[in-house]
T-cell receptor
């Protein structure tokens, strides 16, 4: 039973380019969360999505960042016109439907973005 | 601001010793969870304790929760070199019905052979 799959694991971009990070949740999971982790820090919530719906994007920067979770395919976190401050590890987590706020999150291995 | 704050920030011990990490938080919670992160890897769930529970065990792990003090502790007994990792507490203070976890900055544990 595959876990949460994220790719790419490492991504290098120059300032001004776009970064696309992909996340396939665990089989049977329909809830996806994106978190960002700066070096030596904890994870910061960015966005929570269900299939075709953004439920909570209160942690997303208002510009340049967007997320989607289409009916078919992985969830995508898109960062346009990247800046050096976007360098971080981006983690995706999933949970099954109906769990609500009563259970654990299952994390992927993360995508590490480096902006030159 | 961080909901959860771990203490200490770093802990260095010898194999066989016990490791205790503490977490304090600010608002009411539904549950508190502990996760482990090995260097360069994702987070792995260790244990969840609900707000109406005071203590929970899982193997060599013991977690306590004191909602009156808004604090939790994670005890790892008889530590091993493989326990070397960062440990994070996470709380869900929201009532939106989903797992919008708030993580602390973590405790970096080093267990020396």
């Amino acid at each position: 039973n595959a876990g949460v799959m994220q790719n790419p694991r490492h991504l290098v971009r120059r300032r001004g380019q776009e970064a696309r990070l992909r996340c396939s949740p665990m089989k049977g999971h329909s809830h996806v969360y994106w978190y960002r982790q700066l070096p030596e820090e904890g994870l910061k919530f960015m966005v929570y999505l269900q299939k075709e719906n953004i439920i909570d994007e209160s942690g997303m920067p208002k510009e340049r960042f967007s997320a989607e979770f289409p009916k078919e395919g992985p969830s995508i976190l898109r960062i346009q016109q990247v800046v050096r401050g976007d360098s971080a590890a981006y983690f995706c987590a999933s949970s099954p439907p109906g769990q609500g706020a009563t259970g654990e999150l299952f994390f992927g291995e993360g995508s590490r973005l480096t902006v030159l | 601001s961080q909901q959860g704050e771990e203490d200490p920030q770093a802990l260095s011990i010898q194999e066989g010793e016990n490791a205790t990490m503490n977490c304090s938080y600010k608002t009411s919670i539904n549950n508190l969870q502990w996760y482990r992160q090995n260097s360069g890897r994702g987070l792995v769930h260790l244990i969840l304790i609900r707000s109406n529970e005071r203590e929970k065990h899982s193997g060599r792990l013991r977690v306590t929760l004191d909602t009156s003090k808004k604090s939790s502790s994670l005890l790892i007994t008889a530590s091993r070199a493989a326990d070397t990792a960062s440990y994070f507490c996470a709380t869900d203070p929201f009532s939106g019905g989903y797992n919008k976890l708030i993580f602390g900055a973590g405790t970096r544990l080093a267990v020396h052979p």
